[in-house]
Nanobody, 127 residues
Framework: QLQFVESGGGLVQPGGSLRLSCEASGFALAHYSIGWFRQAPGKEREGVSC????????YYSDSVKGRFTISRDNAKNAAYLQMNSLKPEDTAVYYCALDSGNSSPTGWNIVYEYDYWGQGTQVTVSS
């Protein structure tokens, strides 16, 4: 069982920023494509962003493009999601997910493409 955990969620005002972290232990995150998903109450889980395993190609959903940035630091065995200009509609539980394959433009945001999931971290954007 791979062990990794998300952190960095919290309550922030509209227009604010948060940085989510996905940190692993006992294995190398560099061997995986990393996706960030979110799920709001009553809604389906949706892909937010992904960084591919092979060449660090990044993907973003239209709703976060230009506001969120995904990155990885292999030396720290971690991945990050920098979220700026947050909006109330960004409120959700955010999940880090790992895909042992390489991501693609058509598959990066598909839930069943991912092999492992974190426990999630709550992000609430409210004044």
């Amino acid at each position: 069982q791979l062990q990794f955990v998300e952190s960095g969620g919290g309550l922030v005002q509209p227009g604010g920023s948060l940085r989510l972290s996905c940190e692993a232990s006992g294995f190398a995150l560099a061997h995986y494509s990393i996706g960030w998903f979110r799920q709001a109450p009553g809604k389906e889980r949706e892909g937010v962003s992904c960084i591919s395993r092979v060449d660090d190609t990044t993907y973003y959903s239209d709703s976060v493009k230009g506001r969120f940035t995904i990155s990885r630091d292999n030396a720290k065995n971690a991945a990050y999601l920098q979220m700026n200009s947050l909006k109330p509609e960004d409120t959700a539980v955010y999940y880090c997910a790992l895909d042992s394959g390489n991501s693609s433009p058509t598959g990066w945001n598909i839930v069943y493409e991912y092999d492992y999931w974190g426990q999630g971290t709550q992000v609430t954007v409210s004044s």
